[in-house]
């Protein structure tokens, strides 16, 4: 069965520094994954998805995200951080056409000013 | 803004009304989805539709019944639910029901059940 696990509920870190939110996963076969925000009293939305090719994803807002296949893990960074980027944010995974999108619970990011 | 609206954005029900939320897409997309969140869980994800046709169903409880009356246009109806199932319910479009398609959620409907 496939999973996916942020294994912080929160992360915070000083404005203007590298900021990291982990992603890992277990599926049979070759992963599609994805990471949302959700802004407050807002939906998700799309960040960035990795299906195939170069391991490293850009994605909105100056995210990117490494997929490496070996840790099977999909972590989301940005280089420098700002207070906007505080909000919600999920991984989630999809094993194949057949299977269903998989959210991992949500990690909460503080940009502290 | 996402292009996918719900209302209303707040709902507080007794466990014995009926209630319906809805949800509308405006980017011509052919897939639509209910999700559940609940706090410091992961979303949940409830009904899939594709082309107006039920794909999937996840083991819901019958007091959650959805409608599809047509591409753009979703429907949460709601019977006797219980203090539980209060929670952020947001919809959801992709242009279809594929691996890779990206969702659009909507803001979601804050419902609290007393």
């Known amino acids: 069965a496939q999973s996916v696990a942020q294994p912080e509920d929160q992360v915070n870190v000083a404005e203007g520094n590298p900021l990291t939110v982990k992603c890992t996963y277990s599926v049979s076969g070759n992963p599609y994954l994805f990471w949302y925000v959700q802004y407050p009293n807002r939906g998700l939305q799309f960040l960035l998805k990795?299906?195939?090719?170069?391991?490293l994803v850009k994605g909105s807002y100056g995210f990117e995200a490494e997929f490496n296949k070996s840790q099977t893990s999909f972590h989301l960074k940005k280089p420098s951080a700002l207070v906007s980027d505080s909000a919600l944010y999920f991984c989630?995974?999809?094993?194949?056409?057949?299977?269903?999108?998989?959210f991992g619970k949500g990690t909460r990011l503080h940009i502290l000013p | 803004e996402t292009g996918v609206t719900q209302t209303p954005r707040h709902l507080v029900m007794g466990m014995t009304n009926k209630k319906s939320l809805k949800c509308e897409q405006h980017?011509?997309?052919?897939?639509m989805y209910w999700y559940k969140q609940s706090a410091k869980k992961p979303l949940e994800l409830m009904f899939v539709y594709s082309l107006e046709e039920r794909v999937e169903n996840n083991s819901v409880p019958s007091r959650f019944s959805p409608e599809c009356p047509n591409s753009s246009h979703l429907f949460l109806h709601l019977h006797t639910l219980q203090p539980e199932d209060s929670a952020l319910y947001l919809c959801?479009?992709?242009?279809?029901?594929?691996?890779?398609?990206?969702?659009?959620f909507g803001s979601g409907t804050q419902l609290s059940v007393l």
């Open positions: 989630a995974v999809r094993a194949n056409r057949d299977d269903k999108i998989i």
């Open positions: 990795y299906i195939t090719g170069d391991n």
């Open positions: 959801a479009s992709s242009q279809e029901v594929g691996p890779n398609e990206k969702l659009f």
């Open positions: 980017l011509g997309h052919n897939a």
